[in-house]
């Protein structure tokens, strides 16, 4: 059975966004325990958010789905809809290609813990409705395609 053990598990911390859109995400700390189980067409992420950080800026995804599912925290989960609490047990889903920018904010005080699913898509792309960002399979750029 082949059982991660989750210590041995590469943890990064912070976000790769450009400044200085990274500041919210300064905080948060992912593991990748798909990838680290060899799994190369489900994304799987442990995400830990302290007080105040955020999962990531509001974005969607082209071609990836994305399901979420909160182990524990107080959370807001905001999207095109507004934001909207959530805690420990909550669950949410995001087909791919429906253009509903969404991130989640931890709003408590204490570690919020989230597992983030996803389709893996080599060539997916998106926006961040707040912002001039955009992701493509080559990286970050203004939404008029000029590079960060």
């Known amino acids: 059975m082949p059982k991660l053990d989750l210590s041995s598990v590469q943890q990064v911390v912070g976000s790769r966004y ?4 990274d500041v919210p995400c300064r905080g948060r ?19 830990r958010l302290p007080p105040g950080a955020w999962s990531s800026q509001r974005h969607w995804h082209a071609l990836e789905d994305e399901f979420l599912y909160v182990v524990s925290g107080e959370v807001l989960v905001a999207s095109d809809a507004g934001e909207e ?20 904010k931890n709003i408590g005080t204490t570690e919020a813990v989230l597992l983030a699913m996803s389709s893996k898509e080599a ?17 970050y750029q203004h939404k008029d395609g000029t590079p960060y």
Do not use: I, N
């Open 18 to 21: 450009p400044s200085p859109h």
């Open 29 to 47: 700390r992912y593991q990748r325990l798909a990838a680290a189980g060899g799994l190369a067409h489900l994304g799987v992420t442990m995400v």
């Open 85 to 104: 609490r959530a805690s420990g047990g909550d669950c949410y889903a995001w087909p791919a290609g429906v253009r509903d920018g969404h991130c989640v």
């Open 123 to 139: 060539l997916d792309h998106g926006e961040y409705p707040d912002l001039d960002l955009k992701f493509t399979p080559g990286g």
